[in-house]
Nanobody, 120 residues
Framework: QVQLVESGGGLVQPGGSLRLTCAAS????????VGWYRQAPGKQRELVAT???????NYADFVKGRFTISRDNSKNTVYLQMNSLKPEDSAVYYC??????????????WGEGTQVTVSS
C-alpha cells in the first residue's frame, strides 16, 4: 500500500504561480510512473503531466510551457510547478502513482487531492 498526500493548492490570481507537492509513504521505484491529474466540477478527470523513474516527462498540451513536473526520490516527493495560471486551470489536482508489482500487473494509487482556484 502507498499513501499519497497532495499539498500546495490555494487561491491565486490569473497569471500567478503555485507549486503543488505530492508526498508518498515509500520511495519511488525506477519503474514507477507518477502523474498529476485534475478534475473540475462537472468535467472528467484529465492528465496534466507525468514523470518516470528515469526522469522522462510528458505534458498535456494545455499546460506546456507553463507547468513543470519534477521529483526528488530521496524525499519521496513529486512537484508540479504551475506558472501563468489561468481561470480554466481551476480544479482539484490529484497525485497518482502507477506501480508494477509483477509482469502484466499494475496498481494505481491516488491522493485525496488539493484545490486550485484561479480567480480575480
Amino acid at each position: 500500500q502507498v499513501q499519497l498526500v497532495e499539498s500546495g493548492g490555494g487561491l491565486v490570481q490569473p497569471g500567478g504561480s503555485l507549486r503543488l507537492t505530492c508526498a508518498a509513504s515509500r520511495n519511488f521505484f525506477r519503474i514507477d510512473i507518477v502523474g498529476w491529474y485534475r478534475q473540475a466540477p462537472g468535467k472528467q478527470r484529465e492528465l496534466v503531466a507525468t514523470i518516470s523513474g528515469g526522469g522522462s516527462t510528458n505534458y498535456a498540451d494545455f499546460v506546456k510551457g507553463r507547468f513543470t513536473i519534477s521529483r526528488d526520490n530521496s524525499k519521496n516527493t513529486v512537484y508540479l510547478q504551475m506558472n501563468s495560471l489561468k481561470p480554466e486551470d481551476s480544479a482539484v489536482y490529484y497525485c497518482n502513482l502507477k506501480a508494477r508489482p509483477s509482469v502484466g500487473a499494475e496498481l494505481s494509487y491516488w491522493g485525496e487531492g488539493t484545490q486550485v482556484t484561479v480567480s480575480s
